[in-house]
């Protein structure tokens, strides 16, 4: 079975998806029910700084990776040769 | 946005006694699971890369491991993200007037309830096991006459204090209203 490693990027691109749904949705809640001090505007600060700090991250490993690459798994598997 | 200064369906000359939140000893119990979860793939990166060197040159491995380690950490910040919003909405108001029991329960459900001092029937503090007697937290009851009946401050700083607090304040309250104790 051969595939690209583009598969896998997708994958983790779909998994992006809901984590920043989840993301906004946490930050609605801070802005619509939080106090209006600073603790709820740092937080929210620390929570969207970093957040951008690992994608950035994530972002240098994955750009070094030759996704175009094919993958073959389990060769040979369903080349079973009967003889009767 | 909730704000001191603009407290839901304000009563008028009401002014802000407490705000309390569950003990930050919670909070700090929060982090520490964190830290966790923040170490264990640490250690099992390293415990791989001294038997299996080989696992992070890999044609798939290498690309896997970037992808999921970038996604377990995306996964675990968001969840840890969410869990202080738990902890950080969750708050009691206690005014010179009413109680309001402000609740977040996962991600769209909230509840708001509030009764007035005069209805407080019985309040009761209770401390219960080793950590939370050292560091003084635990729960306040609440009894009122109230269709919700019993109001739970759930493990905030200094029970026995927030207790005589609101005793006080509901006798000034019944007082006010002219209510018999």
Redesign the interface.
Known sequence: MTFSLYVFLFLYFAFLVPWSVFGLIAIYHMFKFGFKNFTTFFTTFIYIGVSVIMLFGSYYYISQIDWSMNVTLLRGLFNIDFQL | ????YRLPNKIQDEKIIKILRRDVFILIKKMCLFALLIVLPLIFFYLAFSSQPSLFNG??S???I??GT??Y???I??FF??S??DY??DIWVITNERIID?Q?KG?FA?TISEQRLYRIQDVTSEVQGFFPTILKYGEVYIQTAGAQQRFLFHEVPHPHEVRNTLIKLAERSKNKNKIKI
């Open positions: 946005m909730l704000s001191v044609t798939i290498y690309p896997l970037i992808l970038s996604s950490y995306l996964f910040w968001v993200f969410f202080f919003i950080y909405l402000v977040q991600f909230r």
